[in-house]
């Protein structure tokens, strides 16, 4: 009971309420990447979404942004990125670290060179949750794709809300 409470709060939803399985929101697939964005406070419970999703932790990428925000303990100037697998996804490993440096940008946009990173090395399909921008060649969903609009003859895009979710099926 107290895992629901933690997860509801986590989502946002009402008493009673579990995040709908992933398989129920887009196509299942036995071989898939999961990237899900966490800040420090929501650590805990991001690891049960993954099990609640049928997920496997492998490793964490930790964007180090380039000023201080807002925190109880310390001030947060990271965010971190569970990087989870389902079977036996295609991962095209390169001489990558877990630290993504980049600039701070609008409240919960995400920096471009993690969807670069995730682009080089998870090859199919991609869709991203609660995204707010829509992005070239990816299957986005969420209530507020238009939130940061693409500027003509721009790559950039970024789509993010409280818990940011990427997944590419193999």
């Not at 887009?26 to 999961?34: F, Y």
């Not at 049928?54 to 965010?79: A, I, N, S």
């Not at 992005?135 to 609009?149: P, V």
């Amino acid at each position: 009971m107290r895992r629901l409470r933690r997860l509801n709060r986590f989502w946002g939803l009402g008493k009673g309420n579990l995040p709908r399985p992933l398989h129920e929101i887009l196509p299942r697939d036995e071989n898939a990447i999961l990237w899900l964005w966490t800040t420090n406070a929501r650590l805990r419970v991001a690891f049960d979404v993954l099990e609640a999703w049928g997920f496997e932790y492998k490793t964490v990428l930790t964007w180090v942004k380039d000023r201080m925000g807002t925190g109880d303990w310390l001030r947060g100037q990271t965010e971190h990125c569970l990087l989870a697998i389902r079977g036996k996804p295609v991962f095209l490993h390169a001489n990558r670290t877990t630290a993504l440096k980049a600039a701070r940008r609008e409240h919960s946009r995400k920096p471009e060179e993690f969807y670069v990173l995730a682009e080089a090395t998870c090859p199919g399909s991609k869709a991203e949750l609660f995204c707010r921008q829509q992005r070239e060649g990816w299957h986005d969903f969420g209530n507020d794709t238009q939130k940061f609009k693409r500027e003509k003859g721009s790559r950039e895009s970024c789509r993010a809300i409280l818990v940011e979710i990427w997944a590419s099926f193999a």
